[in-house]
């Protein structure tokens, strides 16, 4: 008896799991049409924007982000032409919607732009504009270019140049967000 109603237990239990896993999977598809269905339309931009400790946007709507890159900074609209590219120290501007922009200081990482219009953006550091300090970023800056002064050699001297020049647009970020 014991055994045939652990058997019945387990049954269900596997039933009930296998449901689960159909249901989720059910979801996750349907977020995915979703996404796929408003990046289509050519309204909107499906943005995955993440760093190693936060994900700020996970294929969110978007109507425009602006990319501070390596070959210079440019805006992704909805029907982009696909790109690939390397982040350097600046401020992603996302569009949630026309009136509704949002800020973020990143230090380095890379971008993709999709042929169907979602973007993807893997920062190394992003923070809210809004969440940062010039007075500490100021100080910040004091002691990489004190750094850089003292660099005794070509390691020091390049971790303190790449310090200089995170905290010099950290910097110019926050003085004209202002």
Known sequence: YQRRVHGEFAKMAFS????????????QTRVRQFAAQAASDGTKIILTFSSP???????????????PSSNG???????????LGVLKPGVVSVFETADAKKDFFVSS???????DSSVQILAE??????QLDVSLAKTGLDKANAAFGSAKNDVE??????????????????ESSH
Do not use: C, K, M, W
Not at 73 to 83: I, S
Not at 125 to 130: D, M, Q
């Open 16 to 27: 009930l799991a296998r449901v689960a896993g159909v249901a989720r999977s059910a979801l």
């Open 53 to 67: 400790h936060q994900a700020h946007y996970a294929q969110a709507a978007v109507t425009q982000v602006n990319i």
């Open 73 to 83: 900074d440019f805006g992704v609209l909805p029907n982009h032409v696909p790109a």
């Open 109 to 115: 990482g890379t971008i993709t732009v999709n042929q």
């Open 125 to 130: 550091e992003a923070f809210p504009l809004n």
């Open 157 to 174: 001297r390049a971790e303190a140049e790449i310090a200089v020049e995170v905290y010099t647009a950290l910097v110019r970020a926050l």
